[in-house]
């Protein structure tokens, strides 16, 4: 979602946070179902899992194990076949990476869940040459989204949430907006080639302001951003929630009364619900929140979710619902496969890759396989927290960047 952002953004690779926090890979979680009517032999994946470091993300976790929980008992498995996750720790740095997409190779998956990994890139080589395809919901490495080659992402490219969240501003009539990054290289090469830019082209006046990695003062961020008098204010990602939540009470605190973008942060909402109302965030599926204005089946989706992450006692976040969705459209993807027995790495990327025009979970339709793009849609969704606290789409639906604007961009389209 860290453009992309972790809960906090989906711009994270983007953003391009350089993490310092050390973490080994756990060894693999093994987790599988225990439902003896599936008899097939297992399907190992792995799971790049960011529980480590600065910018650790649990929704994650559980929301590949509420995903590999709900295909089991609700799917029957993939074709009776159940599957079994080797979890791997990851921090952010592409040490962890590395050393994750090597035990990988050694564990013989047929297939790797990227797992909102900033530095997936790092470990794609290793990947690529053993031909074990990397499956995801949004490349946070700009380098990975760059590129098509052995990796799918059932949701958009990082570019699509700040074009699009561009597009809904205006839309709505905002003319200006001064959002935040933490400040690292990457951040300012973000701002200078991505945010002005594209804000220009489609006609809205951006200012990219920084914060410090390691000691923010979101006091004088909030009053630097205010002083700007722009119609939004906000984060374009976040390296956690609790800076989102930081940032809003700052901002409300020095009288700032106009729109907050909040990337795809979500507990603020519960946390600070004096503060929540007019907020906007983005997403790849449809929120908990968003119910009573999303489409039946969607609706009827979130309900299933939700039951199934609960029972993990993870955090109700974007993280958990859009890995949830990517295990559950990894499992009927590969269903369709002409074998399963004896499944390869080449086999799942074929039968991902074969995918066109067919409903995603809590997503929109997509379609996989392009030469240009690791992405199955462009599609995004913008919302704005409502009074009532729940999550309304800014233009009633799913969003489209503008096309033109996304073939500027490698990898998006």
Known sequence: MKLGVRPRGLLSAGVGLLLTATAACSGGSGHSSDDPTLSGSPIKVGLFDPDSGAAAVPGVKAGMDAGVSYVAKELHGIGGHPIVVEACSIDGTPETTIGCANKFVQDHVVAAFDGFNYSSSAGIGILQAAKIPLIGQIPFDQTTGSAAAGRVFFGAPQASFLVGALQGFKAEGKSSATLTLVDTPASHKTVDTELKPLAAAIGIKATGLYFSATNPNFSAVAATIGSTKPDVAGLIASPSESVCTQLIKNLRSAGYSGSIFVAACMSFIKSDPASAAGATLYSSVWLPGSEKYAPATAAGELKTATR???????????????????????????????????????????????????????????????????????QMLLFTVQKDLTLKPVTGNWITPVPAIMANIPGAS
């Open 308 to 378: 199934y992450l609960t029972q993990t006692n993870g955090p109700a976040d974007y993280y958990g619902y859009a890995q949830f969705a990517t295990v559950v459209d990894f499992a009927k993807a590969l269903a369709t496969a002409p074998s399963l027995n004896d499944l390869t790495g080449p086999a799942v990327l074929s039968a991902l890759q074969s995918l066109k025009n067919v409903p995603s979970f809590l997503g929109p339709q997509m379609t996989c396989g392009k030469a240009t793009t690791p992405d199955c849609t462009t």
